[in-house]
């Protein structure tokens, strides 16, 4: 049995009443508006924000570098049915920028971090699949 409070393991998506609540959140929280602009509810930043384990139950992240250089950070096991699949992101996508703050530390990754609750519009560069491109979340 599980007790409360005990994170999912990190391959599984998440369960129980803060995964339930999460999961119906994120379906009502999200709308493509395009391949690469999406609507996205504040509560749903908002849950992000104050319980960031739900969000990352179900992928890895790792930086990504050329060299000794880091270019951003690269997301594992992403399924296109939970958060990171939902804002458009694919399994293997480098992350290499937030509202033109560079992901190649992790200085840069909390600031970039911080921002979601704040921002109205948030965009982020991704290198996908060999190909640069902008996703672009406007809050509502």
Known sequence: AETAGTPPPPT???E???GDAFATAMKKGITRVSDTEFEVNRS???TVAENPELAMASMRVA???DGDTVLGFRLHGVRPDLLAGRLGLRNGDVVTAVN???MTSMD???RAYG???MAGEITVEVLSRG???SLVYRMR
């Open 100 to 102: 033109g703050l560079p």
């Open 115 to 117: 921002l979601l609750r």
């Open 108 to 110: 840069n990754v909390l």
């Open 44 to 46: 749903l930043i908002e």
């Open 63 to 65: 930086p990504a570098k």
């Open 16 to 18: 129980g009443e803060h």
């Open 12 to 14: 599984e998506a998440p």
């Open 131 to 133: 190909e640069r491109h």
